[in-house]
């Protein structure tokens, strides 16, 4: 059986297509028995980038998906959120979550300075203007600060920054372990992102190294495809699920209104 795609995006992000509807659909189709939309949450300003819904339209977003729960009840249908960890918006993030009774929420870093989200094609020119590993370790020390806060139930992407091929040429193995053991502290698993495996990089966020690290760690895992569009929906699960059965680990988790239960792999 198939894990849940905890990672799927709706048409209010302004850069998915497709309807929740289809998204569902598709996934009976490949064999999920379980599915969490977790679309971009907004931000305190409308105008904060281009990608994300706005504030005033997080109720139909939670709207949405329940029509979807009606009308696909063969498949369990959650409703998560994928929030922006930026030091500072700490109170905005709950607030956020405070809003609704979620089943899960994602802590994602995209931006590691004002203005850059170091995973927009359009901004990959920055790039060029930094040190590759100082953008690491900044990234890293972010998505520890997500880690520590305790605010979410699992972190995504979790090695976004080599999205355009962008990899460390130094040894990042301390900063990873820092992190990983802080997640299992404040029990936030790391995804298993199979959306890499459609970018330059071509692997599955996190690499195998950092899940070796993670699972040494004792922290858990989820799966989800970043699905953008209903054909993304279970990208590559089985592949996904080959590379962490080989690396070791045996379950994962399923999320229910922010509880966790294990989800037996193999």
């Known amino acids: 059986m198939l894990p849940p795609d905890y990672h799927m995006h709706t048409p209010l992000c302004q850069h998915a297509t ?17 599915i969490g939309f977790s679309d971009h949450a907004p931000m305190p300003q409308d105008n904060f980038d281009n990608w994300r819904m706005s504030y005033n339209q997080l109720d139909s977003y939670i709207d949405s998906i329940i029509q979807v729960q009606k009308k696909v009840p063969d498949l369990q249908i959650k409703i998560g959120l994928e929030i922006d960890f930026i030091p500072g918006c700490e109170d905005w993030i709950r607030s956020l979550i405070s809003r609704y009774s979620w089943d899960y929420v994602i802590g994602s870093v995209h931006y590691v300075e004002p203005g850059w989200d170091i995973d927009n094609p359009g901004k990959i020119h920055l790039w060029k203007k930094h040190d590759i590993n100082e953008i690491w370790i900044r990234y890293l020390e972010l998505v520890n600060a997500a880690a520590v806060s305790g605010l979410f139930d699992f972190i995504g992407h979790y090695d976004l920054p080599k999205k355009f091929g962008h990899r460390p040429t130094v040894d990042l193995s301390a900063h990873h372990k820092i992190v990983l053991l ?21 692997e599955v966020y996190p690499s195998a190294d950092i899940l070796n690290l993670a699972l040494e760690s004792g922290v858990k895992i989820v799966f989800g495809s970043d699905a953008h569009s209903p054909d993304e929906v279970g990208f590559h699960f089985s592949e996904a699920l080959e590379l962490v059965k080989s690396l070791g680990f045996n379950s994962s988790v399923n999320f229910s209104k922010r509880n966790t239960t294990e989800f037996k792999l193999f």
Do not use: F
């Open 182 to 202: 802080n997640a299992a502290k404040t029990n936030t698993a790391i995804e298993i992102n199979t959306a890499g495996l459609r970018k330059t990089c071509s």
């Open 18 to 34: 497709g309807e929740p509807y289809e998204y569902a659909i598709t996934a009976l189709k490949n064999g999920l028995t379980e």
